[in-house]
């Protein structure tokens, strides 16, 4: 599927949420929908530097697939927390490198994976450090993850798009940018110089 499952809990609501059709108000709502665009298939939008998947027309990008939003027992939650833990998550990731990158026509996507996490082999097994970011709610360990899958596009002098594969629980901004060394390898410390993560997508979990 495409995007993050969720599970919401609605706390002494003032009106209840009982019927389908409330449900389909809710995401029509949320997903900005209008008679004459009405649509319950996730489109690619294109924005001026990636590519973004979502459904509805809600401008910041947030989206409800309809047909799989419906009412579940409170159980259903102990079990979504479960299966996040050990599935495969693909993500779709903007970044900023301050290494100026080869122009197009001088290389190809796979060029441009080999020039940026050199000749790295998949699965990358990488260790992670709970980021600086959460570390206020979380223990400090060191957690070891998987990068399956990598594959960039050049965009411009210094920004690229980068899809990748995970396994579950990878921190993926801390992966790219590197967490003032606390995630090893990652894509700054193969690519030599300072990067950044500016927009991230999960596109998809299975």
């Known amino acids: 599927c495409h995007g993050r499952p969720f599970c919401v809990q609605i706390i002494d609501s003032l009106r209840p949420i009982t019927s389908e059709q409330q449900l ?72 900023w490198s301050q290494k100026e990158l080869p122009t197009t026509g001088e290389a190809t996507d796979e060029d441009l994976t080999t020039f940026i996490l050199g000749q790295v082999k998949f699965p990358l097994e990488i260790k992670q450090k709970t980021p ?3 570390l206020h709610r979380r223990a400090n360990l060191v957690r070891e993850r998987s990068i399956l899958q990598a594959k960039a596009s050049r965009i411009d002098a210094h920004h690229f798009w ?32 300072k990067t950044n993560l500016l927009e991230l997508d999960c596109e998809g979990i299975e």
Do not use: M
């Open 132 to 134: 600086i970011r959460v």
């Open 24 to 95: 389909r108000d809710l995401v029509d709502t949320i997903n900005c929908n209008h008679a004459e665009n009405k649509t319950d298939q996730p489109e690619e939008k294109n924005k001026e530097h990636t590519r973004v998947i979502s459904y509805g027309n809600n401008p910041l990008g947030v989206g409800i697939a309809p047909k799989d939003f419906k009412l579940v027992p409170s159980k259903v939650f102990s079990g979504l927390q479960q299966d996040t833990e050990t599935k495969v998550k693909h993500y779709g990731c903007y970044c």
């Open 162 to 193: 980068l899809e990748l594969s995970t396994s579950a629980g990878t921190y993926v901004k801390e992966f790219v940018y590197g967490d003032l060394g606390r995630t090893k390898p990652s894509v700054a410390s193969i690519l030599g110089c």
